[in-house]
Nanobody, 124 residues
């Protein structure tokens, strides 16, 4: 059974930075497409970053250049470094995993296992 547990969410000022962490069990983070998905109230889920077994990373334009996904294979952890945060980044952030070895799209529907989420709030 795949389990994902996020941490690191907080309230920050516009322009600030946060680093989210995700502890993963049940799969090896280095072998599958894993990523981060966010959902703001009243909005659809948005994949903000993913990474696959070939170290290919994908980002939507909304976060490109500001967010960076990484993983620690020895700890089986996934991370999301978020810089130059804006009010528009306020959302519940989920760590998620697919059953695929490669990431092909930035579709939230690709992910089959989800964590409980960690709240990121950016104040103006």
């Amino acid at each position: 059974q795949v389990q994902l547990r996020e941490s690191g969410g907080d309230s920050v000022q516009t322009g600030g930075s946060l680093r989210l962490s995700c502890a993963i069990s049940g799969i090896l983070v280095k072998d599958f497409c894993v990523g981060w998905v966010r959902q703001a109230p009243g909005k659809e889920r948005e994949v903000v970053a993913n990474i696959d077994r070939n170290d290919m990373m994908m980002y939507p334009d909304s976060v490109k250049g500001r967010f960076a996904i990484s993983r620690d294979n020895t700890k089986n952890n996934l991370y999301l470094q978020m810089n130059r945060l804006t009010v528009g980044d306020t959302a519940l952030y989920y760590c998620a995993a697919t059953v695929n070895r490669r990431c092909y799209t930035l579709a939230a529907e690709d992910f089959s296992s989800w964590g409980q989420g960690t709240q990121v709030t950016v104040d103006s």
